[in-house]
């Protein structure tokens, strides 16, 4: 969806905590952009809050992956294009590798 089609607005989006700056789309949601030349994309999660219809707000640190790819929008001029997947990402969070590996067993 892109343009005057984009209606944000349609989305339930409720208010969590009264000391939040508004109403998040988003709190475990997945952004992907890539760079202006296309040659890196990144998919980071962050919140988004709903500002309007067709406007979201995010937190974007200049020392994370998405600083570093806003940063080269901005450099060229540009706003930076974004995607937002609708689908639930959260059963793939689930399938990730443990950090432990399990025990190796002496060789037979």
Same mark, same amino acid.
């Given at each position: 969806?892109?343009?005057?089609?984009?209606?944000?607005?349609?989305?339930?989006?409720?208010?969590?905590?009264?000391?939040?700056?508004? !109403?998040?789309?988003?709190?475990? #949601?997945?952004?992907?952009?890539?760079?202006?030349?296309?040659? &890196?994309?990144? &998919?980071?999660?962050? $919140?988004?809050?709903?500002?309007?219809?067709? $406007?979201?707000?995010?937190?974007?640190?200049?020392?994370?992956?998405? #600083?570093?790819? $806003?940063?080269? &929008?901005?450099? !060229?001029?540009?706003?930076?294009?974004?995607?937002?997947?609708?689908?639930?990402?959260?059963?793939?969070?689930? $399938?990730?590798?443990?950090?432990?590996?399990?025990?190796?067993? #002496?060789?037979?």
């Amino acid at each position: 969806m892109t343009g005057d089609a984009i209606d944000l607005l349609k989305f339930p989006t409720p208010l969590i905590y009264d000391g939040d700056g508004g !109403r998040y789309i988003q709190s475990f #949601g997945m952004n992907i952009a890539k760079t202006p030349d296309g040659s &890196w994309t990144n &998919w980071s999660i962050n $919140r988004m809050m709903l500002v309007d219809h067709n $406007r979201l707000a995010c937190l974007i640190p200049p020392p994370q992956h998405l #600083g570093m790819i $806003r940063a080269q &929008w901005t450099e !060229r001029g540009e706003d930076m294009p974004y995607a937002i997947p609708v689908a639930p990402l959260m059963p793939t969070t689930s $399938r990730c590798p443990s950090i432990h590996p399990p025990p190796v067993r #002496g060789r037979g």
